[in-house]
């Protein structure tokens, strides 16, 4: 039964890892919003205010699903129902 | 910090990192409160004083703005009306030298007119006098001539010739002056 | 190592436990300061004088500076709910900057930020229906009434977005300073984690800071518009 809890929770740290695996396609598609800013700015230098804005909104709005990853390894590193559940099964046969 | 706390409160639930359930539900509504409040304290006493302060102030200094603008008007619209008044005030010079000037120069045409009036009346009266005088020593000169003419003659009539002859004479003399009169 | 979120106080009103937690201190505690610092700064009022000096300027640049963010970002005819953002601004600013001296800031606990988000998602709809009235509801209907569940779920996404966003990246700062300081050895703990406080605390607290308050004025510019 421990070796049932044990396999559980290093597929839920595996889990998480992957789930932060997202963090790769966020950065990239955050460094393509930036490099289109900055090529922006060095075009229209008198739209710079504007541009970065707009650049700090879409980071923030590419970030999103990367945090979502973020979220998804939160909720199974600390606050899994699985393994409480799992915990409470142990418990109630020993 | 809180370590007293945490003793001194016995058989506290364990803490966590992110939970969903009853006391999720709590403490958001606990922030919410806390946030309102915070909004609150912050809207009424820092932010709207301050923003009313900075808008009476911008409100003060457009005022003075606009009435130093007035001012500077006013001492436009002052030098304007003085330049205006020195200008009138010229022309009116002007005007009274160019009178002046009218009145000297026909007062010196009149006194010269005047002037000249009086030299030719003046030579008139001295020709008109010379012309008398003339004409005045022209008959005395004349009547001296008949004198003297007529005396001699009387001496040579006298010595050389008859009576015939000498009416003759007389009468040649007579019309020769006659003639000589017309002459004059 | 530790990463929880600690209970001081549980209190019992009516038959129900309420928590008080870390977070929930540190906000207090954050309160406590914003409203010293306004309540000096609305005493120094009555002596602001004319031409600004010391601290007269910082406190009018941050309202107009302020001001004038959300003026631009939300126009001039809804920028009545500014005091509102003032204050988010102020407070997730002031808890990131708190992280610095090791105490844990409220906004990396998502219940202070999804009471924050939630906040923007209440004042959107309401937003939404006092300027648009049926248009608002209609939107969700469009570009067809097939789109609804879509577009629901999009709206419902928004505060879930918004408050993990910045949940996530708190977070994150907290956990990777937590390992700092668990993992390495006391005489490296001087001087080199000032580094990591100044950019995660500083330059993506304020970051966030901004993406929140922008983010936020733009949902409801979008829905009242």
């Given at each position: 039964m421990l070796d049932s809890l044990a396999i559980a929770i290093g597929m839920v740290h595996i889990a998480a890892a992957i789930a932060l695996l997202n963090g790769v396609t966020t950065t990239f598609g955050q460094a393509k919003i930036a490099a289109q800013a900055i090529e922006?700015?060095?075009?229209?230098?008198?739209?710079?205010?504007?541009?970065?804005?707009?650049?700090?909104?879409?980071?923030?709005?590419?970030?999103?699903?990367?945090?979502?990853?973020?979220?998804?390894?939160?909720?199974?590193?600390?606050?899994?129902?699985?393994?409480?559940?799992?915990?409470?099964?142990?418990?109630?046969?020993? | 910090m809180y370590t007293m706390i945490v003793f001194s409160a016995q058989a506290l639930p364990e803490g966590r990192v992110f939970g969903l359930d009853?006391?999720?539900?709590?403490?958001?509504?606990?922030?919410?409160?806390?946030?309102?409040?915070?909004?609150?304290?912050?809207?009424?006493?820092?932010?709207k004083p301050v923003k009313e302060f900075m808008q009476r102030r911008t409100e003060r200094i457009r005022s003075k703005i606009n009435e130093a603008d007035a001012a500077m008007a006013k001492a436009n619209e002052l030098i304007a009306e003085y330049e205006r008044k020195i200008k009138e005030i010229n022309k009116e010079r002007l005007a009274i030298l160019e009178a002046a000037n009218l009145e000297v120069a026909e007062e010196r045409k009149r006194i010269l007119d005047e002037a000249r009036k009086e030299a030719?009346?003046?030579?008139?009266?001295?020709?008109?006098?010379?012309?008398?005088?003339?004409?005045?020593?022209?008959?005395?000169?004349?009547?001296?001539?008949?004198?003297?003419?007529?005396?001699?003659?009387?001496?040579?009539?006298?010595?050389?010739?008859?009576?015939?002859?000498?009416?003759?004479?007389?009468?040649?003399?007579?019309?020769?002056?006659?003639?000589?009169?017309?002459?004059? | 190592m530790d990463l929880n979120i600690d209970n001081l106080l549980v209190i019992k009103i009516a038959g129900v436990e309420i928590w008080i937690t870390e977070t929930i201190f540190n906000t207090w505690l954050i309160m406590l300061l914003l409203v010293a610092l306004a309540v000096v700064a609305r005493i120094k009022l009555r002596r602001f004088k004319e031409v600004p000096t010391g601290f007269q300027n910082v406190i009018e640049a941050a309202v107009e500076l302020f001001d004038n963010f959300a003026v631009d970002t939300l126009g001039e005819k809804l920028s009545y709910i500014a005091?509102?953002?003032?204050?988010?601004?102020?407070?997730?600013?002031?808890?990131?900057?708190?992280?610095?001296?090791?105490?844990?800031?409220?906004?990396?606990?998502?219940?202070?930020?999804?009471?924050?988000?939630?906040?923007?998602?209440i004042l959107m709809i309401?937003?939404?229906?006092?300027?648009?009235?049926?248009?608002?509801?209609?939107?969700?209907?469009?570009?067809?009434?097939?789109?609804?569940?879509?577009?629901l779920i999009g709206e419902l996404a928004k505060p879930v977005s918004l408050s993990f966003r910045l949940f996530?990246?708190?977070?994150?700062?907290?956990?990777?300073?937590?390992?700092?300081?668990?993992?390495?050895?006391?005489?490296?703990?001087?001087?080199?984690?000032?580094?990591?406080?100044?950019?995660?605390?500083?330059?993506?607290?304020?970051?966030?800071?901004?993406?929140?308050?922008?983010?936020?004025l733009m949902y409801i510019k979008s829905a009242a518009e």
């Open positions: 922006s700015i060095a075009r229209q230098p008198e739209a710079a205010d504007s541009i970065r804005t707009a650049m700090f909104i879409g980071l923030a709005l590419a970030e999103t699903s990367g945090i979502y990853g973020l979220l998804i390894a939160i909720i199974m590193l600390f606050a899994n129902p699985l393994v409480g559940t799992l915990v409470k099964l142990i418990e109630s046969t020993l | 009853t006391q999720t539900l709590i403490g958001i509504g606990i922030q919410l409160l806390n946030g309102i409040i915070l909004a609150v304290a912050l809207g009424f006493i820092l932010y030719d009346e003046i030579r008139k009266r001295a020709l008109e006098k010379i012309a008398e005088d003339k004409k005045h020593l022209e008959k005395e000169t004349r009547l001296y001539i008949i004198e003297v003419a007529s005396l001699m003659a009387q001496k040579y009539i006298a010595q050389s010739m008859d009576a015939e002859t000498q009416e003759r004479l007389f009468e040649e003399a007579l019309a020769q002056l006659e003639a000589a009169q017309w002459q004059n | 005091p509102w953002f003032f204050m988010v601004f102020s407070f997730i600013l002031s808890s990131a900057w708190l992280s610095i001296f090791g105490m844990r800031a409220p906004t990396a606990d998502w219940v202070t930020t999804f009471a924050l988000a939630l906040a923007t998602f309401f937003m939404g229906f006092k300027h648009r009235r049926g248009n608002y509801l209609q939107s969700l209907f469009e570009p067809h009434p097939i789109f609804f569940p879509l577009n996530g990246n708190m977070l994150s700062g907290t956990i990777i300073l937590t390992l700092y300081y668990a993992l390495t050895p006391r005489f490296v703990q001087f001087g080199i984690p000032a580094l990591l406080h100044g950019f995660f605390d500083i330059l993506i607290g304020s970051l966030q800071t901004y993406i929140f308050v922008i983010v936020s």
